[in-house]
C-alpha cells in the first residue's frame, strides 16, 4: 500500500527543494494545483504517484521523441553502466557521436559536447564574443535560451508563465549588452545593428521558437536575420535545443534552408540524459580553448551514459528519416482534430504547428510574438490544462510552451486527445 501521492510528495518536497522542484516551470504555478509526481514513464504514457495514467505531451520537454524508456536506449544505458559512468578522458564514443551529428547537420565542422541547452548556448554565446571582440547581442522576447545571466532579459519559457521582466541578481553590467526586439519584427533588428554598428557579436534566435508556445518564423524573417549577419559580420547562433533533430535530421537549419555559423543542441541529443552541444565552422569553433583562448569545460562533458544514450537515438533517427514524416502526419491528425472541436466550441483560438511541435492559443489573433502569445486568454488555457489533466492528457503547465509530440503516441491516443478537448471546452464553456 503506498504511503504518499502527490499532494503528500509535495508538501514534503518543499522542506528541502526551493517550490518542491528543481525547475520552475514543473511547479504549475501559473496553471495553479499541486504538481504531479511521476513514478515512471513508457512510450506515450506517464504514470504519477497517484497511480493515474497520462498521455504525455510534454516528452520531458522534448527530448523523449520516440517515447519513454525506450528499448534500445535504455539497453544501452544498462550495459555502458557496467563499464563505470565517467572517466573525465576523451573516449571514442564522442568521437563517434561528434561524427554522427556532423553527418546529420550542416555547418558543423567542430562541436563540443557540454550538459547541458543552457551550458551550450552560454558557451556560443561567449565563443561569438571572443571570436569578434565584440560584448553586445541580440535575443528576441520571449525565447529563452536557457538560465545563464545574459539570456534572462524578457526571456520567454518558466519567466513568461511567472512575468519575471528582470531577475534579481542580473547585474546591469550583464544586461546592458543584451539587445532584444520582438520576434518576427526584422524592421526592429534592422534599427538595432543601425544604432549599435560594429558592436554587436551575435543574434541568437529559436529558429521556431517553443518557449512562448510554438511560433513560426515568418516568411522571409531568418532569410533577413542571416543576410544581416553576413553584412555585418555578427555570429548567427540557431538555438536548437528543441527543434535539433525534432523538426527534421537536420533540424531547423534543414526545414528552413537557412545556415547558421553556430548551431546549440540539447534534449533530443541526449535522450533524455543530460546533455548540450555547440557547434559550426572551423573557423569560428577553432577559439574554443584548447584550440584557442575561449575557454569552455566540464567535468561531465561527453559523459560516456550520455553519450551511448543520445547516439543511439540519434542513431535510430538517421537510419528512419520517415520517423519525422510519421511524427508530423500525427500531428498535422491532432492540429485538424483540435481545430474541429475548439471551432465548434466557439472559443476564439489559433493553433501554431510545425514538424512535431504545436501549440493551441486561445485567442482571436495570430499568434506571431511574445506580445500575441500573452495577450491570448491564458487564463483561460490555464483551466483547460487541467480539465485535459483530469482527462488523463498531460499538456504543458504552461500557455508559454510547446507541445511535443512523441512517435509513440497512437491514433488512438490522438482521438482520445481530441475527445478530451471536446469534453473539456463543453465542460469550460457550458
Ligand atoms: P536546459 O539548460 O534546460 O537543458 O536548456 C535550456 C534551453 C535552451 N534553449 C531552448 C530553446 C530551450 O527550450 C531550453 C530549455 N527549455 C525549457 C522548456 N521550455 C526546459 C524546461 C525547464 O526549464 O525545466
Redesign the pocket.
Known amino acids: 500500500m503506498k504511503t504518499y501521492n502527490s499532494n503528500t510528495l509535495f508538501d514534503r518536497a518543499q522542506l528541502s527543494i526551493p517550490g518542491g522542484v528543481n525547475?520552475?516551470?514543473?511547479a504549475f504555478k501559473s496553471v495553479g494545483g499541486t504538481p504531479i509526481f511521476i513514478e515512471r514513464a513508457k512510450g506515450a504514457y506517464l504514470y504519477d504517484a497517484d497511480g493515474n495514467k497520462y498521455i504525455d505531451y510534454i516528452a520531458s520537454?522534448?527530448p523523449m521523441i520516440l517515447g519513454h524508456a525506450h528499448d534500445p536506449v535504455v539497453k544501452a544505458i544498462q550495459a555502458k553502466a557496467e563499464g563505470s559512468t565517467s572517466f573525465g578522458a576523451p573516449t571514442l564514443l564522442e568521437i563517434e557521436m561528434a561524427e554522427l551529428i556532423k553527418s546529420m547537420t550542416k555547418n558543423v565542422d567542430l562541436i563540443r559536447m557540454v550538459s547541458?541547452?543552457?551550458?551550450?548556448?552560454m558557451s556560443a554565446l561567449r565563443l561569438a564574443r571572443g571570436y569578434t571582440g565584440r560584448n553586445k547581442f541580440i535575443k528576441f522576447e520571449g525565447?529563452?535560451?536557457?538560465?545563464a545571466d545574459a539570456f534572462l532579459v524578457k526571456a520567454?519559457?518558466?519567466l513568461a508563465t511567472f512575468d519575471i521582466q528582470t531577475v534579481p541578481g542580473i547585474t546591469a553590467g550583464v544586461s546592458n549588452d543584451t539587445l532584444t526586439c520582438a520576434y518576427n519584427d526584422i524592421e526592429a533588428v534592422k534599427a538595432l545593428v543601425a544604432q549599435h554598428k560594429g558592436e554587436i557579436a551575435a543574434i541568437i534566435i529559436?529558429p521556431v521558437a517553443?518557449?512562448m508556445g510554438c511560433i513560426l518564423p515568418l516568411p522571409g524573417f531568418v532569410e533577413s536575420l542571416r543576410e544581416i549577419c553576413t553584412a555585418e559580420g555578427i555570429v548567427f547562433i540557431f538555438?536548437?535545443?528543441?527543434?535539433g533533430f525534432r523538426l527534421a535530421a537536420g533540424g531547423a537549419q534543414e526545414v528552413l534552408g537557412v545556415d547558421a555559423d553556430l548551431v546549440?543542441y540539447?534534449?533530443v541529443i541526449g535522450a533524455g540524459m543530460?546533455v548540450?552541444a555547440f557547434g559550426g565552422k572551423k573557423e569560428i569553433m577553432s577559439h574554443i580553448a584548447p584550440l584557442g583562448n575561449v575557454y569552455q569545460a566540464g567535468t561531465l562533458s561527453g559523459n560516456p551514459l550520455a553519450m551511448i544514450a543520445g547516439y543511439t537515438l540519434l542513431h535510430e533517427l538517421k537510419a528512419n528519416p520517415n520517423l519525422y514524416t510519421e511524427l508530423a502526419a500525427k500531428t498535422e491528425y491532432l492540429h485538424k482534430g483540435l481545430q474541429a472541436v475548439v471551432e465548434a466550441s466557439g472559443k476564439a483560438f489559433t493553433i501554431n504547428r510545425l514538424g512535431s511541435m504545436i501549440s493551441v492559443h486561445f485567442s482571436n489573433t495570430p499568434v506571431i510574438d511574445f506580445a500575441t502569445a500573452a495577450a491570448a486568454d491564458n487564463a483561460f488555457f490555464n483551466q483547460f490544462f487541467h480539465a485535459m489533466l483530469r482527462r488523463g492528457v498531460y499538456l504543458?503547465p504552461s500557455a508559454f510552451?510547446?507541445w511535443f509530440l512523441n512517435n509513440a503516441l497512437s491514433y488512438e491516443d490522438l482521438d482520445a486527445t481530441i475527445a478530451a478537448a471536446k469534453e473539456s471546452l463543453e465542460e469550460l464553456l457550458g
Not at 525547475?23 to 514543473?26: D, E, G, K, L
Open positions: 525547475s520552475p516551470v514543473r520537454w522534448g547541458s541547452g543552457t551550458e551550450a548556448c525565447c529563452y535560451h536557457g538560465h520567454g519559457s518558466g529559436e517553443g518557449n538555438d536548437e535545443v528543441m527543434t546549440c540539447g534534449k543530460p548540450g504543458p510552451e510547446s
